[in-house]
């Protein structure tokens, strides 16, 4: 497998913050854009080994993808993306189905046709390996590294090579334990969870609620 990491949709708030961590822990991460030089200037800013281009071109040399743009955006991203991305790539997609996409609250969900967004994605993607994860992790709190993070993330698939890799790549965020959550099928507790977390942030008033599992045996992860 390629060892990039491609970050679409890395210049936004959720993509840098995973990109800055990823190239904080010395790995290749490819940022990717609409606009290459959008991305290249959020390339600059994260430093690191990290590089600017297309979405398109971003995927084209990373054995990992990650999602990282609002329900509205993520099909006709998926569509730019797709004949693009290298062979035996694996999808990672942390979209939330957040209403705010259709004008509605950002605490709230919406009811995809396909049950989530991830399997929303998979049906775009026939034959990519497609695993949800970070939908828990706030930007916030990804954006300070001198912080480490302190929450769990839960990862779903239908893959078990896949899951694997996702969960040695969240491994490289300090403080963060990925736990395997089970198939695709599931993504739709996850992305409704995130949705929790962001209702609890504005309770009380913080940026970056997180998630802890306890009772489970050590090496939970996928
Ligand atoms: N923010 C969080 O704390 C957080 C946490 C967990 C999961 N998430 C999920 O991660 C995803 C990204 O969240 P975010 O807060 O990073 O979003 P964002 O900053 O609003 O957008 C991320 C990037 O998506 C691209 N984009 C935005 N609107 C687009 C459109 N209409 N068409 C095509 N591309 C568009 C933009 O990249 P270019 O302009 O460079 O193409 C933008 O920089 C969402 O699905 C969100 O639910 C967010």
Partial sequence: MKTSIAVVGGTGAEGSGLALRFAGAGRPVRIGSRSAEKAQEAARRIGGNCSGHTNADA?????????????????????????????GAILVDATVPLEIAIGGRISRTLTLWDGSAAQQAARMLPGVPIVAAFHAMSAEALAHLDHPLDCDTLI??????????????????????????GPLDNARLLETSAALLISLNLRHKVKHSGMRITGLPVGAGA
């Fill in 156 to 181: 779903c698939g239908d893959n078990a090579e896949a899951k694997a890799a996702v969960s040695e790549l969240a491994a490289l965020i300090p403080g963060v334990r990925a736990i395997d959550a």
């Fill in 59 to 87: 995927v084209s040399d990373a054995g990992i993808v990650v999602l990282t743009v609002p329900l509205a955006a993520q099909i006709e991203t998926l569509k730019a993306i797709r004949a693009s991305m290298a062979p």
